[in-house]
Each structure stands twice: as structure tokens, then as C-alpha cells.
């Protein structure tokens, strides 16, 4: 079955920076798109960064822009997220997903605090 699994969320110092990984199973991860979500309490998830499969092409939210990187690397069924110069409002459960075959998945979450 198709599986999500989020690592690498941390606190972190203003400023700082994290890398996000998702690895991905269950499906040929090379042909689907992917994306970065996250959600903070009371608020709904909200879509981050996306990137499509064969010729990588990247969207990123205009809050992270310039700050965050959505990557993959298809021969290790990963997807990652470069977070830098990180800020209080950044502080999030973040999420991967994937829409394979029509039905939506998501990894379980991985929090990040953005803290001092």
C-alpha cells in the first residue's frame, strides 16, 4: 500500500534551517507529483511547495519563497524540503502528500518549532 513517511522536523533557533525528507512506497513515486503541507492549530493545511514528477518543475508558496526548496530524488523514492532562514510563523506540523491513481495520501507530520 501506498506509504508516507515524514523525518527530520526539529526545534530550531530563528534563522536557522531544516531539511525535510518524506520517503515514499507503494507506488512508482518517479511519476507522480508531489507537495510540502502544513498546519498549525486552528488553521487549516495549507500547501507549501510542489513539485511534478518527470521534469521537476517547483511552485512555492509566496511566504516561503526565496527561503524554502521542494527537491526529490526519484532513485531514493525521497522527497525534501530545504528550510532556511526559519521563523516563529513557520512553526507547523508539516505534511507530504501525493495523488496517485486519483486517491489522496498523506504522511503522518513531522513538527517543526521555530523557537527561541
Known amino acids: 500500500q501506498v506509504q508516507l513517511v515524514e523525518s527530520g522536523g526539529a526545534l530550531v533557533q530563528p534563522g536557522g534551517s531544516l531539511k525535510l525528507s518524506c520517503v515514499a512506497s507503494?507506488?512508482?513515486?518517479?511519476?507522480?507529483?508531489a507537495s510540502w503541507y502544513r498546519q498549525t492549530p486552528g488553521k487549516e493545511r495549507e500547501r507549501i511547495a510542489g513539485?511534478?514528477?518527470?521534469?521537476?518543475?517547483?511552485w512555492h508558496r509566496d511566504s516561503v519563497k526565496g527561503r524554502f526548496l521542494i527537491s526529490r530524488d526519484n532513485a531514493k523514492n525521497t522527497l525534501y524540503l530545504q528550510m532556511n532562514s526559519l521563523k516563529p510563523e513557520d512553526t507547523a506540523v508539516y505534511f507530504c502528500?501525493?495523488?496517485?491513481?486519483?486517491?489522496?495520501?498523506w504522511g503522518q507530520g513531522t513538527q517543526v518549532t521555530v523557537s527561541s
Open positions: 507503494g507506488y512508482d513515486f518517479s511519476t507522480y507529483a
Open positions: 513539485i511534478s514528477n518527470i521534469i521537476s518543475s517547483t
Open positions: 502528500y501525493a495523488r496517485v491513481a486519483g486517491i489522496e495520501y
